[in-house]
């Protein structure tokens, strides 16, 4: 009897042998050898720019994996920034929430307000607290942040910047290196750069929450403000948000030096590529991509002043999410912490033209190298000393979707500036009301 259940002891050690030598997810601990578990996550992520940057950040998440194989991070491309939250949202209600996800910053107080998502202090206090925290930009802290805590991590930042032709300006007797300044100075320019083939100027005005987005700069720069730090209260129906949004009229209607119809936000880069505007207002995370399709020179540059330059910050930001595992939160807060490393948000800024969150990224070899070989590559990041938090509220895509049909209306000419944003103003306190 002995001797038979040794005999098939030996056979059962055989085979388990034989099979770690034939399966890598194994773990040999001291002479035993265990199976080894991983940690699968399912990670959610928008892309609204031109580019391979679907490539890159899944590349990104493979490296990942090699550094932590006891960690598989499965990504899924959802679409633009408004699809990804519409399909994050509806996973939320079926109870099957990604683990982790970049979503646009402005989603915080909808995604408190779901209570969906995990606030990172203690995460944040194991890397340093404040230390840690502080190596981030500021201003793409805000949307992160309230109640004092921090629900979510910089990641895919941006601001809006002036690209400009640098050709377009010389055929048309101006100074490249003197791009405009002022509101001014805009229609000056943009004047003289419009002729039959081309027009001087193109704001994205359609597509996604794009038009609120660049509404909100022009309101920025004329001494306006759209919301409460709270997020419960907006301020739209103010002289100074009137004022921004006649000008954006009148750019089209009145000066004839950009189209009146809607120009859609994904359209806008071709336009300029092919020639067809000899300035844009656009997001700085397109800039690696214009930087190697365009066929001419072209320069960014702040957006013109009214009363200040100013810019709304843009983008998205790391979020983990309620309803996983403590376990699985912890494999997710590694991976976010590593994907937002100095030395991965430099590369990361490198490859697409979004703002490396972290300050000491700008310190990196790399990124000393990059920006020393275009220096275009820090005018976003210089901007940020100009840079304010992007509108965010409590029912958010409600009080976004009133702020864009005005801007819609404004724009068509159907209403004028005041009646629109009177009228988005009740619509939007009637949405927040229950927040108050």
Same mark, same amino acid.
């Given at each position: 009897?002995?001797?038979?259940?040794? #005999?098939?002891?030996?056979?059962?050690?055989?085979?388990?042998?034989?099979?770690?030598?034939?399966?890598?997810?194994?773990?040999?601990?001291?002479s035993?050898?265990? %199976?080894?578990?991983?940690?699968?996550?399912?990670?959610?992520?928008?892309?609204?720019?031109?580019g %391979?940057?679907?490539?890159?950040?899944?590349?990104?998440?493979?490296?990942?994996?090699?550094?932590?194989?006891?960690i598989?991070?499965?990504?899924?491309?959802? +679409?633009?920034?408004?699809?990804?939250?519409?399909?994050?949202?509806?996973?939320?209600?079926?109870?099957?929430?990604?683990?982790?996800?970049?979503? %646009?910053s /402005?989603?915080?107080?909808?995604?408190l307000?779901?209570?969906?998502?995990?606030?990172?202090? *203690?995460?944040?206090?194991?890397?340093?607290?404040?230390?840690?925290?502080? !190596?981030?930009?500021?201003?793409?802290?805000?949307?992160?942040? /309230?109640?004092?805590?921090t629900?979510?991590?910089?990641?895919?930042?941006?601001?809006? *910047?002036?690209?400009?032709?640098?050709d377009?300006?010389?055929?048309?007797?101006?100074?490249?290196?003197?791009?405009?300044?002022?509101?001014?100075?805009?229609?000056?320019?943009?004047?003289?750069?419009?002729?039959?083939?081309?027009?001087?100027?193109e704001?994205?005005?359609?597509?996604?929450?794009?038009?609120?987005?660049? $509404?909100?700069?022009?309101?920025?720069?004329?001494?306006?403000?759209?919301?409460?730090?709270?997020?419960?209260?907006?301020?739209?129906?103010?002289p100074?948000?009137?004022?921004a949004?006649e000008?954006?009229?009148?750019?089209?209607?009145?000066?004839?030096?950009?189209?009146? @119809?809607?120009? @859609?936000?994904?359209?806008?880069?071709?336009?300029?590529?092919?020639?067809?505007?000899?300035?844009?207002?656009?997001?700085?995370?397109?800039?690696?991509?214009?930087?190697? /399709?365009a066929?001419?020179?072209?320069?960014?540059?702040?957006?013109?002043?009214?009363?200040?330059?100013?810019?709304?910050?843009? +983008?998205?930001?790391?979020?983990? $999410?309620? +309803?996983?595992?403590?376990?699985?939160?912890?494999?997710?807060?590694?991976?976010?912490?590593?994907m937002?490393?100095p030395?991965?948000v430099?590369?990361w800024?490198?490859?697409?033209?979004?703002?490396?969150?972290?300050?000491?990224?700008?310190?990196? !070899?790399?990124?000393?190298?990059? #920006?020393?070989?275009?220096?275009?590559?820090?005018?976003?990041?210089?901007?940020l000393?100009?840079?304010?938090?992007?509108?965010?509220? @409590?029912?958010?895509?409600?009080?976004?979707?009133?702020?864009?049909?005005?801007?819609?209306?404004?724009?068509?000419?159907?209403?004028?500036?005041?009646?629109? *944003?009177?009228?988005?103003q009740?619509?939007?306190?009637?949405?927040?009301?229950?927040?108050?």
């Open positions: 009897m002995n001797k038979r259940m040794s #005999t098939a002891t030996a056979v059962i050690l055989i085979t388990v042998l034989l099979a770690v030598g034939c399966n890598n997810d194994t773990l040999q601990v001291g035993d050898t265990l %199976p080894k578990t991983k940690t699968e996550l399912t990670f959610y992520y928008p892309i609204d720019v031109g %391979p940057v679907t490539a890159t950040l899944e590349g990104m998440t493979e490296q990942f994996m090699k550094e932590h194989p006891d598989r991070v499965k990504p899924i491309y959802m +679409g633009s920034y408004n699809d990804t939250t519409i399909k994050t949202q509806a996973s939320l209600l079926g109870n099957n929430p990604p683990d982790v996800a970049v979503l %646009p /402005t989603q915080l107080f909808t995604l307000d779901m209570n969906a998502i995990v606030p990172l202090d *203690l995460f944040i206090a194991k890397e340093g607290g404040i230390t840690y925290l502080s !190596d981030f930009y500021e201003p793409f802290l805000v949307n992160s942040q /309230t109640g004092g805590h629900y979510s991590i910089p990641f895919q930042r941006s601001t809006v *910047l002036l690209y400009y032709n640098i377009a300006f010389r055929e048309a007797g101006l100074d490249p290196s003197k791009p405009p300044e002022s509101w001014d100075d805009l229609i000056r320019i943009a004047k003289r750069l419009t002729t039959d083939k081309q027009w001087g100027l704001i994205p005005s359609s597509g996604s929450t794009n038009s609120t987005w660049m $509404f909100q700069m022009l309101a920025l720069q004329n001494g306006g403000m759209l919301m409460s730090p709270d997020g419960k209260r907006v301020f739209f129906d103010t100074e948000n009137a004022g949004l000008y954006w009229l009148r750019l089209s209607r009145e000066l004839h030096v950009m189209p009146v @119809h809607p120009l @859609h936000w994904a359209a806008l880069p071709a336009d300029f590529l092919s020639g067809k505007a000899a300035m844009m207002y656009y997001t700085s995370g397109n800039l690696t991509n214009m930087r190697k /399709t066929s001419f020179p072209f320069h960014v540059a702040f957006p013109p002043k009214s009363r200040r330059f100013a810019t709304p910050t843009g +983008g998205g930001n790391f979020y983990i $999410f309620k +309803g996983t595992s403590e376990e699985r939160q912890e494999a997710s807060w590694t991976f976010v912490r590593w937002t490393e030395k991965r430099a590369q800024s490198i490859d697409t033209g979004y703002v490396a969150v972290r300050k000491s990224a700008y310190d990196t !070899d790399k990124m000393k190298s990059y #920006t020393e070989q275009y220096p275009d590559a820090l005018v976003a990041r210089d901007q000393i100009y840079a304010d938090e992007e509108l965010s509220t @409590h029912n958010n895509d409600k009080v976004l979707g009133v702020l864009e049909e005005a801007i819609q209306a404004a724009l068509s000419g159907r209403q004028s500036p005041k009646e629109v *944003l009177k009228q988005a009740t619509k939007a306190d009637k949405a927040l009301e229950p927040f108050q």
